[in-house]
């Protein structure tokens, strides 16, 4: 059974650094794009980005490019979501995911985390 | 502003029929047939529903179909039960950029 699990919820300030994670199991890890999508109090899904856990390949949704850092330990079965300077527009549950591709096409979500609450507050 | 469409909300009586729909562009649901739909209880992670436009995953009911008409897609609950009442979300691949998903704002179905 494929398992994602994320690291807890967070309390940070503004301008906090922050570094939250997910682990896969139950699967070849390295071998499956993982993304992460957010989802602010109230609002809907936005898809940030995604990394192939291999090589660390990742790309950014324009949205999210230069806000966000995406990386991966494969040796650990880990993918991190990162941020070096926290704003309160950054409050949010987090997700990670893993897509289902015909080639480069990402064709659905076949899998989530449970998600990663991150709260900013002064 | 999301980049596919969806109503706000939708609201239906016990075992009636509800259609969900997701607008987008001929270059995402009108020119490929990767639209997924996903389902989220409050507090809890989406589960997907439907994939490939029309595929149910095993496990996911039967109540649930998917379909596809020029650059709208939508989603049909038949036979609504309490615990349909959720929010739905679609999503599309787009071909402006790979490895990049489209969502819908997300719609909330109040069962009646």
């Known amino acids: 059974e494929v398992q994602l699990v994320q690291s807890g919820p967070e309390v940070k300030e503004p301008g906090e650094s922050l570094k939250i994670s997910c682990q896969g199991s139950?699967?070849?890890?390295?071998?499956?794009?993982i993304a992460w999508v957010r989802q602010m109090p109230g609002k809907g899904l936005e898809w940030m980005g995604i990394i192939y856990p291999d090589d660390s390949d990742t790309r950014y949704s324009p949205s999210f490019q230069g806000q966000v850092t995406i990386s991966a330990d494969k040796s650990i079965s880990t993918v991190y979501l990162q941020w070096s300077s926290l704003k309160a527009s950054d409050t949010a549950y987090y997700y990670c995911?893993?897509?289902?591709?015909?080639?480069?096409?990402?064709?659905?979500?076949?899998?989530w985390g449970q998600g990663s609450l991150v709260s900013v507050s002064s | 502003q999301s980049d596919l469409t969806q109503p706000a909300s939708v609201s239906g009586s016990l075992g009636q029929s509800v259609t969900v729909s997701c607008t987008g562009t001929s270059s995402d649901i009108g020119g490929y047939k990767y639209v997924s739909w996903y389902q989220q209880h409050p507090g809890k992670a989406p589960k997907v529903l439907i994939y490939d436009v029309s595929y149910r995953p095993s496990g996911v009911s039967n109540r649930f179909s998917g379909s596809k008409s020029g650059n709208t897609a939508s989603l049909t609950i038949s036979a609504l039960q309490p615990e349909d009442e959720a929010d739905y979300y679609c999503s599309s691949f787009s071909i402006r950029s790979s490895l990049l998903v489209l969502f819908g704002g997300g719609t909330r179905l109040t069962v009646l």
């Open positions: 139950g699967y070849t890890f390295a071998k499956f794009w």
């Open positions: 995911v893993r897509p289902t591709l015909n080639g480069n096409s990402i064709r659905y979500i076949d899998s």
